[in-house]
C-alpha cells in the first residue's frame, strides 16, 4: 500500500464520522418532537463506531507502511474505547435523566451504539499483530507456534469484550421487551440488531486472533462467516417479520433493523476476506470489498425511499435519518476491507 493511499483509507472513517456528527447534530436542533432528538442523538452516536473504525485502519495501516510504534498500540485502542465508553454512558446519561419518551428511547439505542463501537475498538487493539496474518499465512504449517504470539491470558481477555457487550446487549434488550411500553418495545427489538452486530464482531475478532495466533484451522475457515452471514439474516428478517402486521409503533424498529442487518453483511466481508486469503491464492479476493460497498448503497437508496414516504406519514421519519448513518458505518466498512485485502494481497496475486 502506497503513503497516499493510506491516507486515503484513514481519511474515510473519519469523512464518514463527520456527516454522522454534523447530520445528527442538525437533524437534534431543527425540530421539536416527530422523533427529531431520536434521530439526531442516534447519528451523534453513530460517531463512534466511525472513530472506532479509524483506530482500526490506523493500526492496520501504521503496520503495512511500517511505521506502526509502541504509541500507535497504545493510542489508537485508547481512542477506540473512549469513544465507545463515552457513547455508553451517554446513553445512560440520557435514560436515567430522561425528560420525554425519545430521551428514553434514544438513550437506550446510543447505550447499544457504544457497546458496538466497544467491540471495534477490539478489533483494533487484536490487529495490533496484524502484520503475523500474512507472515504466518505464508510461512508456517497448522499447529506451527508463531514466536511473538498474544499470550493466552492476552488471547482470552480481547474476546471476552465482543462476548459480553453482545451478552449485555441481549440481556437488556429482554428487560426492555418485558416492560410492556411502546418506548420499551421500539428499544428493546433495536437493541436486539445492536446485539446481533456485536455477535457479528465476535467472528471478525476470533478470526484476527486465531490467525494471529496461527491456531485457524481449514475446518473453520468459513464457519465464521457463515455464522455471520445468519446473524445479519436473522437481523433483517427480524426487521421485516417486526412491521408484518403494519404497525406505526414497528416501522422504526423495523427498519433499523434491516439497516443492521446490512452492517453484518458488511463486517461478513472482512471475515470472508480472511478466511479467502488464508493459506491459498484467492484471485476474486479484490472483489470482497464490494460486499459492503452494496450494503452502503443500500442503506441510502432505502433511506431516499423512507424520506420519500416520511412526507406523508411521520413514522418514516426517525428510520430515513438513521439509514443515512448506517450507510456511512457501512462506507466506512469498505474502507477496512480494502485495507486488509492490500495487506494480504500476497495470498491473492
Known amino acids: 500500500m502506497n503513503y497516499k493511499m493510506s491516507v486515503l483509507f484513514r481519511l474515510i472513517p473519519l469523512i464518514m464520522g463527520v456527516i454522522c456528527l454534523t447530520f ?7 425540530g421539536v418532537g416527530d422523533g427529531y432528538l431520536i434521530a439526531g442523538n442516534v447519528l451523534i452516536a453513530l460517531t ?10 490506523a493500526t492496520i495501516i501504521r503496520q503495512l507502511i511500517h511505521k506502526f510504534n509502541r504509541a500507535d498500540r497504545i493510542f489508537y485502542p485508547i481512542l477506540g474505547y473512549t469513544a465507545g465508553i463515552v457513547t455508553c454512558l451517554s446513553g445512560i446519561l440520557l435514560v436515567i435523566t430522561e425528560k420525554t419518551v425519545d430521551d428514553l428511547v434514544s438513550g437506550n439505542v446510543v447505550f447499544g451504539v457504544g457497546l458496538i463501537a466497544c467491540c471495534v475498538a477490539t478489533v483494533a487493539v ?15 504449517s497448522y499447529k506451527d507456534v508463531p514466536f511473538d504470539r498474544y499470550t493466552r491470558g492476552t488471547y482470552l481477555a480481547y474476546l471476552s469484550v465482543p462476548l459480553i457487550c453482545t451478552a449485555i446487549a441481549w440481556i437488556y434488550a429482554y428487560f426492555l421487551l418485558t416492560q410492556g ?13 445492536l446485539g446481533l452486530v456485536c455477535a457479528s464482531l465476535i467472528a471478525l475478532v476470533a478470526t484476527v486472533l486465531r490467525q494471529i495466533q496461527n491456531k485457524f484451522s481449514r475446518k473453520e475457515r468459513w464457519l465464521w462467516s457463515i455464522l455471520v452471514l445468519i446473524l445479519g439474516t ?12 403494519l404497525r406505526a409503533i414497528a416501522i422504526a424498529p423495523g427498519f433499523v433493523l434491516i439497516g443492521l442487518g446490512l452492517i ?17 491464492k484467492e484471485p476474486l479476493a479484490n472483489r470482497i470489498p464490494l ?20 412526507y406523508f406519514n411521520v413514522n418514516f421519519f426517525v428510520p430515513a435519518h438513521i439509514m443515512v448513518g448506517l450507510g456511512a458505518v457501512c462506507f466506512t466498512l469498505f474502507a477496512i476491507v ?12
Open 126 to 140: 487484536s490487529s495490533g499483530k496484524f502484520s503475523m496474518i500474512p507472515s504466518n499465512s505464508e510461512n508456517l
Open 181 to 193: 411500553t411502546s418506548a420499551d418495545f421500539v428499544a428493546g427489538h433495536v437493541m436486539i440488531g
Open 291 to 310: 460486499i459492503p460497498v452494496g450494503t452502503a448503497l443500500a442503506c441510502l437508496f432505502l433511506a431516499a425511499f423512507l424520506f420519500e414516504v416520511s
Open 264 to 280: 453484518c453483511y458488511s463486517i461478513s466481508s472482512k471475515v470472508i476476506l480472511l478466511a479467502a486469503v488464508w493459506r491459498r
Open 338 to 349: 480494502s485495507i486488509l485485502e492490500s495487506g494480504t494481497s500476497k495470498q491473492s496475486d
Open 48 to 57: 463512534a463506531i466511525c472513530i472506532a473504525l479509524f483506530s482500526t485502519a
Open 24 to 30: 445528527g447534530i442538525y437533524v437534534r436542533t431543527m
Open 234 to 245: 436473522i437481523c433483517i428478517g427480524w426487521g421485516i417479520m417486526l412491521m408484518m402486521p
